[in-house]
């Protein structure tokens, strides 16, 4: 397939990622805006950083966000790869049947699972706030988890784990020491994909949060409705962050695949 | 080894408790009569009768499928051509514009919607069109990473064959490369077409809440009024709606396979 592209697919391309990356650019640029303004930059300033680090409530909702999906991280992680292991070697029946029930949270849209969450904890009269939260971004993870852990097992050889057990290991010691090596993979990026998800999740934190407790969406959802650029300055922090994270995850393979293949010319000389 | 199998159970227990007994809720919720404690289970259809009863709501219901029918319909239009250009460039270039359209995505939705705002206070743009506006922008990503990966998993030698049995390029690109691409396309749509008929936030941020979907009637229903009874009956009419598209989706794509085989 592969060919020299043409310049209309060029100035194809670059409208394209002009549409993606334009409204980016412009939060960036009014962050750094000296008046209230939207839509006219009248000068350079850093006020609306300042205000942002001292407006507590932004503040607050930066680290429900972070403590929320760290907790659901690894309560997920933990679970959904604990469960997949179980499923591996369950029979066919119970492992359609998760599958099945896996998939009405990820193919149900976001509002019908947020408003199921609200329903079933009020009407267990459990109060709603952090811990409902977290409870729910913990129920929609898991299923992402054991569908990033589940190929991994597949193609994992049934035999291995025997071998242990007959080389005298526990059932414990041959999951920790031979099967859980070997999906690692598959439980690194379970794990980031319930990372992003959780961080990002707006309808599901919505409905199942109670007063006081908010997330960065939360907030941002509620502070839109009159004009508030300490968000711009927000929002430019997130994009700042999430593009040095990303650069750093592509650029050190990189580098890394770059000089393993210096050392292989080392050793070849 | 068997032993492993009762790692399953404790998620069984949480799945049933935290996945299915929410949506039964939603079910027993849509049909029983306002303001009653469910547990006293008073069985109604009236939730339903109401939906159908005044023209509003199923206006509402079908300005969101048009509108999701539509935004899944440009998406494929403006991504498909974008995944192909990409499909054909160098690897390490592939991999360059990949992380571009990634990018974004990592962004959180509702300040990328949030962005949108101020730039299109620049343009002269209906309600209508600056919803479009948000709704591409949001799910375009999803449809043209779709594709790429569809396309970028066709075997080369196969358009080589094609033109060797002396098809042109266009007759190649309709008969090799499109039906191949398309399991790409049908699940770029259902990653479009799910989010887009039930957003509520991009209609309310850039249609400056006059522009109402049913993701909005289904959130006022819940967090503004408190009728939660009738919330849910909307919430259920839009799941089936969408059950079942999907599931002729998938019947259109398990057709289509078999043609291919």
């Known amino acids: 397939m592969e060919h020299k592209t043409k310049l209309y697919e060029r100035i194809y391309v670059a409208v394209i990622l002009a549409f993606f990356y334009l409204p980016i650019l412009y939060v960036v640029l009014f962050s750094f805006n000296e008046s209230k303004s939207l839509s006219r930059f009248t000068g350079f300033s850093l006020q609306w950083y300042e205000k942002m680090f001292a407006d507590r409530m932004i503040m607050s909702a930066i680290g429900y966000t972070v403590l929320c999906a760290v907790i659901a991280t690894i309560v997920s992680t933990i679970v959904g790869t604990i469960t997949a292991i179980g499923l591996s070697k369950s029979n066919r029946i119970l492992r359609e049947t998760i599958t099945q029930v896996n998939n009405l949270p990820m193919l149900n849209p976001d509002i019908v699972t947020a408003i199921g969450f609200m329903l079933f904890f009020t009407s267990l009269k459990i109060k709603t706030g952090f811990v409902t939260m977290v409870l729910a971004h913990i129920a929609f993870c898991i299923p992402y988890v054991i569908l990033s852990v589940m190929p991994k097992l597949r193609t994992l050889d049934p035999n291995l784990a025997e071998a242990a057990m007959d080389l005298g290991c526990t059932p414990m010691q041959a999951l920790w020491k031979v099967i859980i090596p070997q999906i690692r993979p598959g439980i690194v990026s379970g794990a980031l994909v319930a990372f992003t998800m959780s961080f990002d999740d707006f309808v599901i934190s919505l409905f199942t949060t109670g007063p006081g407790v908010s997330n960065i969406s939360i907030y941002v959802y509620g502070a839109v409705k009159r004009v508030n650029p300490t968000i711009n300055a927000l929002s430019a922090i997130i994009v700042y962050v999430i593009t040095i994270v990303l650069i750093l995850m592509n650029v050190v393979p990189m580098i890394r695949e770059r000089k393993g293949k210096k050392n292989e010319k080392a050793v070849t000389l | ?261």
Request: hydrophobic residues 55%.
């Open chain 2, 1 to 261: 080894m068997k032993s492993f199998s009762k790692m399953v159970y404790p998620y069984i227990v949480w799945a049933f408790v935290m996945i299915v007994l929410p949506m039964v809720m939603i079910v027993l919720y849509a049909f029983t009569v306002k303001g009653n404690s469910v547990l006293t289970f008073q069985f109604t259809l009236d939730n339903f009768a109401r939906f159908f009863r005044d023209t509003i709501f199923p206006t509402v219901l079908w300005r969101s499928l048009k509108m999701a029918f539509i935004t899944t319909g440009l998406c494929i239009l403006i991504g498909y051509p974008t995944a192909y250009i990409f499909a054909k460039m160098k690897p390490n270039n592939q991999a360059i514009m990949i992380l571009l359209v990634t990018l974004p995505m990592w962004i959180n939705v509702l300040v990328r919607t949030y962005a949108w705002r101020g730039l299109l206070g620049y343009v002269d743009l209906s309600t209508e069109m600056r919803v479009y506006v948000g709704m591409i922008y949001n799910f375009m990503p999803f449809m043209i990473l779709e594709i790429y990966t569809s396309l970028s998993k066709i075997d080369p030698n196969l358009i080589v064959a094609s033109h060797d049995l002396g098809a042109n390029d266009a007759e190649t690109f309709r008969r090799v490369i499109l039906p191949l691409s398309l399991p790409g396309v049908v699940s770029g749509i259902t990653l479009v077409f799910l989010p887009a008929v039930s957003s509520f936030f991009i209609p309310k941020f850039l249609g400056g809440g006059q522009y109402v979907l049913i993701g909005n009637l289904i959130e006022d229903y819940f967090i503004t009024s408190g009728d939660w009874n009738f919330g849910s009956a909307i919430s259920l009419i839009m799941a089936i709606i969408i059950l079942i598209s999907m599931y002729v989706m998938r019947k259109l794509d398990h057709e289509n396979k078999e043609v291919l085989d």
